[in-house]
């Protein structure tokens, strides 16, 4: 029996996700050969830019890929593993916590986990066989080992992954140091910031008044007025550009913005400011600060985005006994419509400015982002977001916005993660349902194969750097 | 003319609800023929236990086919068919009614309804032509006809269709003779059922002043006290184990929930016991016991379902005419994330608390409900449910929750039926559809065919089972 | 380079929009090939009556197929190209329009509108290239001199396209003169009307109170009392109907009706005219118009449509620039189940009554619409429509509204357009994905061959005129 599941082979199949229909198949396959080869454009992500600055080794295999990933560890959690055997929020011993996921591996069958992580196993760190429980010490002890070598590193792992430009998000008040150490390094891998402001934009934000003291010590400006708030944006965004960043990024519970006049924006600030706010009146801001940042783009060329309507910390247990991201970050149904006709009656019709709308409610895609982002134009469509980016996502948002939207009023993929070692997976798994989405059309005689040659590396790079400004 | 219309045959095609694709046609076959012989667990449904403690003949085709299945009426009369023609709410010729609905036969191409109605025909009735006008009456008499043969009672369709268990549905209300007189019986036959407790939960619900009083009446306990009320509820919860009850089902018009101190919720019982309730307190009542049932259900084991977002009886006139499920039931737009908080920030990471949550509204399966049980060990998913208990539907509920809840937090297949005869043929379009999905992933290198044998009977047996503690 | 990319061949592949598997496409085929040379039954668009009347030469390449059509001109906008450079709201070169179109022609790949164009040009015009900047001229060319050749005047064209009847919609204020020219001019092409009362019915569209007078002075009514308001709405269908109208339609914001009584009505009537109303009062007005359009369905046998769920005009800038139908219309989710309960508990079970729905919000198929459909005697499924009408869109509206609603609460297709050259084009990409689809049920045994025969052909004419009553 043993020897039987040990015999389980992990191989990466050259024609995995695309279409079963052989004419289908031949067509995505001729499309991907052209486009597999082109470099990596990671616009929007989280990896740290502490790993390119220093240089060091990953620890081992749970470190690096396990605790850090909450696709994973929400899986195990609601089958029942507690958080603690996975050493997350408590000391665990690594090789425990990877075998009890290893036992758990077949919870990830059909999902984009298992994908990206066969991935990393078989690309990466060569390994032969299917992680299960039998595996789990074979796993461990390669990964772990491999990571000592400097092929394994981050720098060398970057060049390998064929990265062209990676950006990670920060804070206003990230003093953006990796991002300087890394420049004056002399290491060549182009690894840039954006501006992601929540901390300072969201009353609700845990530790927001703090972080509005802060980022007036930071920047000099006294962020207790109105005009020293948007003047110390001002500041940090120069900063920011300075280190790269041709984008902003804002994480909002909703869409909804605000185009209120300057006295009643000054009063909200004020009741902001004093503590003395309701959840409505944090939400005004909220919406009010996106037509902020927006004036701002326009001035200082920043491409926005807007990743909106996740519910965060929906688990209240586990929020106070672990805190945020722990996998209990959960979509709800957004309004576009409405929630973004300030700003867009603002700086709709602005061809100067780029806004790149997400979602996490697919409802969404036909009713209101392609007939959105088919008109104006300083809208464009980001990619499959969180729980949608895999395979069937994909497959929705292409065939759910193109009719209307177009591709060219999308923006090629997002990675959007702080797995390093699963980016190009992730990228190829984007191009992969690409090309067999174009493949599709060719076979129905709705798109001709030059152009869709044309398309597959549109997706696939060109879009990325366009919309991103790279 | 007539002889043309005749020739027509019925076959069940033995690669029927496959993919058409040959390769992943064949993968499908593989996966279904390992599990096409296991037998059928039915955890949740609405038949009669009084067929099975009586075991009396069914009477005539209309009666046992036509009558009592809304899924068909509910067509007829969407083409102008009155109900009374078909002898629902009035007496009419069974034989009339069944020649009405035989000339009306090609409103179901397309529809669930067709593809069990059809396998009926076929495997129990050993009917070779399919239905339409000019073979009613050929129909009529040879399923009136086999009726009365002792193969076509209840116990031994039950045994022939090769059933281990089947739940029923049941009041709080209903005495539970017939599960008791099945055991009393000597027939092994396993008919268990589940506590339903609508009748007396919501205060909307035809008769329930009357119907607290029958509480009260049959447990001794004061039901319009709050703490005789619970311990009625708990005593029946007793009954219904001590009948083979594994889980309770809850259909409300949606899913809220609440958490309500103890003062609250008096204060709250007091005004629905005095009729002196608004429909919000209705609604907060039935919120508030959704709680109430969960706590029940961490002392006694019970699973729990809940069902929400059926407005029902949308047609006013039709009610009056007809009463209760008459077809004219209609979904309605159903929230989780804010409904389920209150019962989930109390019991979600509870590990031995099973809570099965079910939806009509599709849009919630990718946004909140997979995202929902792919975090809280307590949740698991029941199948596409009703109007989406199709082969279109039980796709795109594969498509749409997999990805981010796996396989594992789903719990095979209910039939939800009171068709008797149709269950085998419901759980194989269950089976087949499931096959399909798998087949396309092995097709398309996403998952290798060892996992999908193991998925494979998972879903058509292991995992229900585990998910109602059968 | 240029003469690579002259090379690039304009081709209608005969099998396009099948699906791409062999078997499935040959069944595809096979249906389609029985319904291909069906007449045209076009029972809602927006064509101009005096195109027919008049019978003149249509003017030149950008007037005809770029100026009028918000689908492409909106894809333009949305990248960029302004309006005034096509000639749109200001005086333009219509070749230097052209050549832009032609340039930006790629936006449109996967689009529904390439494969209508796409069609225009190679049937109606002979092209044999595609569009692109190089052939921008030859284009424009070709096509403004075939618009001088007499088989391409709009008789020739209505004759050439094998139209059975085609319907425009018009206002009350119409004094519909060109259809009464077009049947006293002696040429037999069937062109009706439709009665489109929202000018005179929705307190918020522009001009409504100089409309109402307008009507009492076209009918002799006094609009300005309820009752004169009704009797001139009576008066203007039977016009209406003297010039073929077989059905009425309704654009409004939600699909709500109301049900109120005489005295709340006339009171709202009376806010109504006097210009003192809230937003609210002129939805409930909108809502209870509804059903007493439907009331006088139910007497002179109009057919009623509900095309509800467009945000109209969402650009403030661009409609104060340019007004109405400039590509800014963007879709609402919209609520059926109590929006249409008032309508439904008074005409619901009326089986003479028809009223078709129609949704831009594609959540409601499966949840809402399919189940609706499937129970009221009076209600029918409109095609998937605007944004919807494509293949991915067709093809999303069989698979969520035919296993609940069937094939026979649908109507066939409408092309809604007022781009009367696509006509055809866009009869043939429903009549092809329908067969494709019905190959897919064939194919995997859920319908029969013979079945699927009768169904296409349902599909393709005979459910459009029943429903339509043409």
Same mark, same amino acid.
């Given at each position: 029996m043993r020897r039987d599941r040990l015999a389980h082979k992990l191989e990466l199949h050259p024609d995995r996700l695309f279409p079963a229909e052989p004419g289908v198949r031949a067509i995505a396959r001729e499309l991907y050969d052209q486009v597999t080869a082109l470099p990596i454009v990671s616009p929007h992500g989280h990896t740290d830019a502490a790993w390119f600055a220093r240089n060091e080794p990953f620890g081992n295999a749970t470190e690096l890929l396990l605790q850090p990933d909450h696709y994973l560890f929400r899986m195990l959690y609601s089958q029942g593993v507690p958080l603690a055997a996975l050493g997350i929020g408590a000391a665990a011993d690594p090789r425990e916590g990877w075998r009890i996921f290893a036992e758990h591996y077949h919870l990830f069958r059909g999902t984009p986990s298992r994908l990206w992580l066969d991935w990393v196993f078989a690309e990466v760190f060569g390994l032969e066989v299917r992680l299960e429980g039998e595996t789990a010490d074979l796993y461990f002890d390669t990964i772990t080992a491999a990571l000592h070598h400097p092929g394994f590193q981050p720098r060398a792992l970057f060049e390998r992954f064929n990265i062209e430009v990676l950006a990670t998000t920060e804070s206003?008040?990230?003093?953006l140091d990796h991002h300087r150490a890394i420049r004056e390094s002399?290491?060549?891998g182009r690894v840039i910031t954006a501006y992601r402001p929540d901390p300072v934009v969201?009353?609700?934000?845990?530790?927001f008044q703090a972080n509005l003291d802060e980022l007036s010590g930071l920047t000099g400006e006294d962020c207790r007025t109105w005009g020293g708030y948007l003047a110390a944006h001002r500041a940090r965004r120069t900063v920011f550009k300075a280190m790269g960043a041709t984008s902003t990024d804002h994480g909002h519970p909703s869409a909804r913005t605000e185009d209120l006049s300057a006295r009643e924006t000054e009063a909200l600030f004020g009741r902001i400011l004093a503590g003395d706010f309701s959840s409505w009146d944090a939400e005004l801001f909220r919406a009010q600060m996106l037509t902020e940042m927006a004036a701002m783009s326009l001035d200082d060329g920043l491409v926005m985005q807007i990743h909106p309507g996740s519910f965060r910390n929906h688990n209240a247990r586990l929020f106070a006994a672990h805190g945020r991201d722990k996998g209990a970050d959960i979509p709800t149904r957004t309004d576009y419509i409405q929630a973004l006709k300030p700003l867009l009656d603002r700086f709709g019709n602005e061809r100067d400015f780029t806004l790149i709308l997400f979602t996490?409610?697919?409802? *969404?895609?036909?009713?209101e982002l392609a007939p959105l982002a088919g008109h104006y134009p300083c809208l464009r469509l980001g990619p499959a977001w969180w729980f949608h980016d895999s395979p069937e996502g994909m497959r929705r948002f292409r065939r759910t916005t193109t009719e209307t *939207?177009?591709?060219?009023n999308t923006v090629g993929f997002n990675d959007d993660t702080r797995a390093f070692l699963s980016i190009p997976a992730r990228h190829d798994v984007a191009r992969r349902i690409d090309c067999g989405f174009l493949a599709e059309l060719v076979a129905e005689h709705r798109l001709e194969l030059d152009e869709a040659h044309e398309v597959a590396r549109a997706l696939a790079y060109d879009l990325a750097k366009q919309a991103y400004r790279l």
């Open positions: 206003p008040l990230d003093t002399g290491w060549h969201d009353p609700e934000f845990e530790g996490l409610d697919e409802s *969404a895609y036909a009713r *939207a177009g591709f060219y």
